[in-house]
């Protein structure tokens, strides 16, 4: 069966501070893989796909940057934290047109 | 573009009550439509879906039927217990794009008390 993981879990950060978060998938190969953002109160907001490595997507212009090097490895990064990256980080995984199925997700504070 | 609307939350019941989450929705082409729940503290859960028009999706008691003809995909069960307390989210994905990308809506939060 397929699983998916993301880490670290929870995550404190002072303002323009780096940043990385990691998701893999396991059991399946050539996913689709997605980055969301879910601000306090607010729905998800996807920021970046992936249909392969080194092909990434970028929804919406941001203070972030994310990288596939590996065909299940999906990364989101940060060279300097804002107060506004603050929020729930979601990575998630798809085949073809089936549903995507989440990790659990990074919730991120920025001090 | 696409887009979902979702029903203000919280919506608060007690056990046993019954539940509507309305949902609603703007797409071209031919979406398929989505559930999501998240528990607290936990990532999104698909709960069920539809991929054509008619078609009702169903799992754990829930259930939401694809209307075309109103656009909607409102979420329903008939007993709530106070473990459906969660966030749900509406979402949908057009198949015109070759390649799934879901647009949610903001998320309705139960409320459930014994």
């Known amino acids: 069966s397929q699983t998916i993981h993301q880490w670290p879990a929870t995550l404190v950060q002072p303002v323009g501070s780096p940043l990385s978060l990691e998701c893999t998938v396991e059991?399946?190969?050539?996913?689709?893989l997605y980055w969301y953002r879910q601000a306090a109160g607010r729905g998800l907001q996807l920021l970046f796909y992936?249909?392969?490595?080194?092909?990434i997507s970028s929804e919406v212009p941001q203070n972030l940057s994310a990288s596939r090097p590996q065909d299940r490895q999906f990364i989101l990064s940060s060279k300097k934290l804002l107060l506004s990256d603050s929020g729930f980080y979601l990575c998630?995984?798809?085949?073809?047109?089936?549903?995507?199925?989440f990790g659990d997700g990074t919730r991120l504070s920025i001090l | 573009g696409n887009s979902v609307t979702q029903m203000e939350g919280p919506v608060t019941l007690s056990e046993e009550a019954f539940l509507t989450i309305n949902c609603t929705y703007t797409?071209?082409?031919?979406?398929?439509l989505f559930w999501y729940v998240q528990y607290p503290g936990e990532g999104l859960q698909l709960l069920l879906k539809?991929?054509?028009?008619?078609d009702k999706g169903s799992n754990k008691g829930f259930e939401a039927t694809y209307r075309k003809e109103t656009t909607s995909f409102h979420l329903e069960k008939g007993s709530v217990q106070v473990s459906d307390s969660a966030v749900y989210f509406c979402?949908?994905?057009?198949?015109?794009?070759?390649?799934?990308?879901?647009?949610f809506g903001t998320g309705t939060r139960l409320l459930v008390s014994p």
């Open positions: 059991g399946t190969s050539n996913p689709n």
């Open positions: 539809a991929t054509k028009a008619d």
């Open positions: 979402a949908l994905s057009d198949r015109n794009t070759g390649f799934q990308k879901l647009v």
């Open positions: 797409a071209t082409g031919y979406p398929s």
């Open positions: 992936s249909v392969g490595i080194g092909q």
């Open positions: 998630a995984w798809s085949r073809e047109n089936q549903p995507q199925h």
